[in-house]
């Protein structure tokens, strides 16, 4: 059974933006959208003055309009909402485990909001069971349609399984090509090569830069729709951690930034 996609939702304009981006994703993949609207607030949120209640009343508003604009531009989608009242970690964390993956809005080029605070979408990042997609706002730089290339970052440490298969699947469902961006690993290019017989319609470039991954890959991400990065596995403990690579790409890369868990 396929999984749903699932987007979380705080009412500001990025979650806005994420859901619809995780609507197309949903109809792309032939599955259903999972909205996860977590209750909980911030007391030092200054857009809201009248308390808890109006930021509620607010915050559904802005869920009745997300829903309306999902209906008019994919009446085939099928959307399902989950008002949780735990804590916003908690909730998209225990979402995204039953999700293909999880999408999240952000403003990008370093400035985060809503969900993508550090004390919500790191930890999140961090810790996710699946792949999770943080999207930089409702334009993207490869046009409305999405054209343009899925690009994948491959570094030293593998296993580079779970990446190249979200990659793939990303690439097959648009009908777009897949630039495969290596970091001085000829492990990597030769875990590529066999992939490549289950996804046929998929063409495949590769390039071996020298220099700083992480700028090499906003830079192979300038006109992608998709780029794709991993992280190592969870490890237990209080610090936060998702790689160097990630987290620069999470907040430079102007296109989509999906990040996998691996290993």
């Known amino acids: 059974m396929v999984r749903p996609v699932s987007v979380g939702f705080d009412g500001s304009a990025e979650s806005l933006a994420a859901a619809a981006w ?3 994703e949903a109809v792309l993949r032939g599955t259903s959208l999972h909205i996860v609207h977590a209750l909980e607030w911030r007391a030092s949120n200054l857009q809201f003055s009248p308390g808890a209640s109006a930021q509620r009343e ?7 309009v997300a829903r309306e604009e999902l209906a008019a531009t ?9 008002r949780v009242s735990d804590p ?7 979402a995204v485990r039953e999700s293909e993956f999880l999408v999240l809005g952000s403003r990008g080029l370093g400035v985060l909001q809503g969900f993508l605070l550090g ?8 810790r996710a069971s699946r792949p999770v997609v943080v999207v930089h706002g409702p334009e993207e730089p490869s046009g409305p349609s999405g054209a343009g ?4 970052g491959l570094g030293h440490d593998g296993p580079y399984g779970p990446l190249l298969d979200f990659a793939f699947a990303a690439a097959a469902v648009r009908g777009a ?15 590529a090569l066999p992939d490549r017989s289950g996804w046929p319609s998929v063409e495949v470039h590769e390039w071996l830069p020298a220099g700083p991954a992480a700028q090499h890959l906003v830079e192979a991400a300038g006109e992608a729709c998709l780029l794709v990065v991993g992280r190592r596995g969870h490890r237990p403990g209080p610090a936060v951690r998702i790689g160097p690579v990630a987290h620069a790409v999470l907040h430079h890369a102007r296109c989509p930034v999906a990040v996998v868990p691996h290993g």
């Open 88 to 94: 916003p970690v908690k909730a998209l964390v225990d």
């Open 119 to 126: 004390s919500v979408s790191l930890p999140v990042i961090a």
């Open 74 to 82: 994919r009446p085939e989608l099928v959307v399902e909402v989950d």
């Open 177 to 191: 090509d897949l630039h495969i961006v290596r970091a001085g690993d000829a492990g990597a290019a030769a875990e």
């Open 149 to 152: 290339p899925v690009v994948v």
């Open 58 to 64: 607010w915050a559904e508003s802005r869920l009745d």
């Open 22 to 24: 995780a609507g197309r």
